[in-house]
């Protein structure tokens, strides 16, 4: 860990917003996914919540250009589960769903707290979804085609999102707590060693103003 990189760490997690996420229902394919994580390490996601079985978003971290260990991953096994844990954490549930009820993207304030709803690649946003959603947005279409793929969808959505986040100050000041921060700042630095100190059940040591442990969780004492 040289002072350089943790610097550049330490000012991406500054910026790190806990209350814009991503709702990926049964999203499956490893391209998708590796773009989505990229696309959401790039504006500031601290952790996007998938359904369904997680081995993709597993695979695809190591094909995402390593931005994917920098954003958290939460799996659900079921939507509803998930959508209500969203919900009674304070968010709306925006769907990225073209139906009679869908407004422009740009027209959802993203500065409150926000999970956009993915559908899957086959069927897209399912009925079930639909009706569990606060809010339906979706892209204009000037062609012939009536949808994006998925990851290309989230992308304009979530670079509106940060456009109004930043206009609106959200991206100047931390807005994780102090403890969240320090636990994922060592994780980020130190992913081995935060490894094994969960392993054993130690706590992270400090951190030196360049990144270095201020001491060694392994040793033995006299």
């Known amino acids: 860990m040289t002072p350089e990189r943790f610097r550049t760490l330490r000012a991406a997690l500054l910026r790190r917003q806990p209350d814009l996420t991503v709702l990926a229902d049964e999203v499956h394919k490893p ?3 590796a773009a989505l994580l990229r696309t959401c390490d790039a504006v500031g996601v601290f952790e996007i919540h998938a359904v369904g079985p997680d081995s993709g978003f597993k695979r695809a971290r190591g094909i995402s250009g390593g931005t994917a260990p920098r954003v958290g991953a939460r799996s659900h096994r079921a939507l509803m589960p998930a959508i209500k844990t969203l919900k009674t954490s304070g968010f709306q549930i925006v769907a990225a769903h073209l139906t009679d009820r ?14 956009l709803l993915l559908g899957s690649e086959l069927r897209g946003v399912s009925a079930e979804a639909a009706t569990l959603a606060d809010r339906h947005a979706s892209l204009p279409m000037r062609g012939l085609a009536t949808s994006l793929n998925v990851s290309v969808a989230a992308a304009l959505f979530l670079y509106e999102a940060a456009r109004q986040r930043e206009a609106a100050g959200l991206y100047a000041t931390c807005r994780l707590s102090d403890e969240q921060f320090a636990r994922t700042l ?19 040591p400090p951190l030196t103003v360049d990144g270095d442990l201020a001491a060694n969780p392994f040793a033995v004492p006299a």
């Open 186 to 204: 060592f994780e980020w630095c130190h992913p081995d060693i935060a490894a094994r100190c969960r392993l054993r059940g130690l706590p992270y």
């Open 31 to 33: 391209h998708n996914i």
């Open 102 to 115: 869908s407004e422009d993207y740009r027209a959802v304030d993203y500065t409150v707290p926000t999970a």
